[in-house]
């Protein structure tokens, strides 16, 4: 395993334990906006924004570029399953603002959600830790497994969006310490 790739694998950690959140916030007698928010804000910014980041715009190309497809095959697996998981967070979002509106409608429609993204994200972390991410080890020189692994040490930093990793990570922490430690 290469360094690039380990640090994929080290936001999966931190994922995963958002995804164990989700899972318990949809059991809870009650839905409450704020950590749905809170939630789906992560996701956009961590899991989305930062981690998906660096898969779309650095490592996906890469494989493209040796030779892997964006059409079908595991990249292109991967992108569509990005899709669907920002389509549940739309979901949960829209929902939690119908929550705040009193319209208790939106709560099946959030549960919903939650877990789907949770079932999603599990799966499709398996996969990559796993597949693709083993064929990206080996099919990457060392100039390119440094060159990507400074890049996305670079986006960690957050000298491009304001937020480094670790600020994310602690968010997560804080709801794994609330939902997943009583």
Do not use: C, W
């Not at 964006?70 to 119908?98: C, D, I, W, Y």
């Not at 972390?125 to 100039?143: T, Y």
């Amino acid at each position: 395993m290469n360094r690039a790739t380990q640090n994929l694998e080290n936001d999966h950690v931190h994922i995963l334990q958002l995804t164990e959140v989700m899972e318990k916030m949809a059991k809870m007698p009650q839905l409450d906006p704020v950590y749905l928010d809170e939630v789906a804000d992560l996701i956009r910014n961590f899991a989305d924004g930062l981690h998906h980041a660096k898969e779309e715009e650095l490592l996906f190309p890469l494989m493209i570029d040796k030779g892997f497809s964006n059409q079908n095959g595991p990249v292109a697996v991967m992108l569509h399953e990005h899709v669907l998981g920002r389509n549940f967070v739309k979901t949960m979002s829209e929902g939690s603002q119908e929550l705040k509106n009193g319209n208790l409608d939106a709560d099946q429609d959030v549960r919903e959600a939650l877990i789907g993204y949770a079932t999603l994200l599990q799966a499709h972390i398996g996969k990559e830790n796993n597949i693709l991410f083993r064929l990206a080890d080996n099919l990457m020189s060392m100039p390119e497994e440094d060159q990507l692994h400074e890049q996305f040490m670079h986006l960690d930093s957050g000298r491009d969006s304001g937020s480094s990793s670790d600020i994310y990570v602690q968010r997560v922490q804080h709801l794994v310490n609330l939902f997943l430690t009583k």
